[in-house]
């Protein structure tokens, strides 16, 4: 029985399960398409959030009355896309924008330059006075220290005169009644005065500023017959031979800005117009203020500017009152026949 049941199960068949693996079908790029959508509008949403994070309060409304009512300026009337720098009004400054359809008066409201920014004129103008102010100070003090420090010129403190103006710093050298800058009726510099000028001219030369140079008369009538000679012409000889003085002392000539003879029309003592003291020299320093207003380089205003400052200035003064003009006694004598007489018809 044994040997049976072995021999059965030798002869029982073998069964092979062979399995064919194919390969899968192509399912197309149909989800690469999707993913990038899905990635783009991540990108784009990720992108609005951070905007709308780092955008002001106020930007935020005018993009938001913007979308509100998009064509209120094409129905209207107003600012643009095409007369901005900006799309949205509250936007700021088109970066991405390096030229394209501008205005003058456009540029004028957005740039710092004309609304007093850091970089203004408005800015620079006043920090260029502070510096002015700072270097007139500092002048005036070694002007002192260098009078002080020489005792030729300690004796004649009185007649030096400093003193620091709109235009800048004004050193004034003064007669005395017994010790005048030049003879008497001439432009002959007198010793100590071409010292006192040549230690002014050596001090100033230190400095970047320009000079303006002026020669003042007392009132008292000078006349030299039949040339005419007056005040004007000594004060402007007196000016000219300081001016010499000075450049001979190292003062570069192009450094003056102007040489001018006043006579006596700015008297320094207007109550005593024959006083020593009107006869004098004025050696001013000029700011750079001062200088660009004697050249005529101040700044000019834009003819629209000047328009919208006249129309706003005459806006601002009440409009006078309208009084009825007085009717003359004739004019009311023929009022008063008309009103009496009625008009008759014309013959035909």
């Known amino acids: 029985m044994a ?40 990108m784009a949403f990720f992108l609005l959030m951070w905007l ?42 088109d970066l991405t924008r390096s030229a394209g359809e501008t205005r003058k008066s456009d540029g004028s409201k957005s740039d710092p330059t004309k609304s007093g920014g850091a970089n203004g004129p408005e800015s620079k103008r006043e920090q260029q006075a502070k510096q002015d102010a700072k270097r ?40 005395e009644q017994l010790r005048p800058m030049f003879d ?10 071409r010292e006192i000028l040549h230690e002014i001219g050596t001090t100033l030369n230190d400095i970047e500023n320009r000079v303006s140079l002026a020669g003042h008369t007392d009132a008292a009538p000078y006349g030299n ?21 000075l450049v001979s002392s190292g003062m570069p000539d192009d450094k003056l800005l102007r040489v001018v003879g006043l006579a006596a029309s700015d008297l320094l003592e207007k109550d005593t117009p024959l006083a020593p003291v009107n006869r004098r020299i004025s050696v001013t320093v000029l700011t750079r203020e001062a200088e660009m207003r004697l050249l005529g380089g101040g700044p000019r205003m834009e ?22 003009a007085p009717v003359s006694q004739a004019a009311a004598r023929i009022a008063q026949a008309a009103q009496a007489k009625p008009a008759e ?3 035909r």
């Open 225 to 245: 017959g039949e040339r005419g000679y007056g005040n004007w012409e000594l004060s402007a000889d007196r000016a000219n031979a300081s001016r010499r003085e």
């Open 303 to 324: 003819a629209n500017d000047a328009v919208k400052a006249i129309v706003d200035q005459v806006a601002k003064q009440p409009a006078p009152a309208i009084k009825p």
């Open 184 to 193: 008497s009726g001439s432009a002959l510099v007198k010793p100590y005065m």
């Open 345 to 347: 018809p014309p013959e």
């Open 3 to 42: 040997t049976s049941s072995a021999t059965s199960k030798k002869l029982q068949p073998i069964i092979v399960k062979r399995v064919k693996k194919a390969a899968h079908a192509h399912h197309g790029g149909a989800w690469k398409i999707a993913y990038a959508d899905f990635v783009t509008a991540m």
């Open 52 to 93: 709308l994070g780092s955008t002001a309060k106020g930007d935020l409304q005018g993009i938001a009355s913007y979308f509100h009512a998009p064509m209120k300026v094409s129905m209207e009337g107003g600012d643009g896309a095409g007369t901005s720098a900006s799309v949205i009004r509250a936007g700021g400054k």
């Open 136 to 175: 007139m100070d500092a002048l005036r003090e070694k002007i002192e220290g260098a009078i002080n420090a020489n005792p030729r010129l300690k004796d004649f403190r009185s007649q030096i005169r400093l003193a620091v103006t709109v235009d800048g710093l004004e050193i004034q050298i003064v007669d």
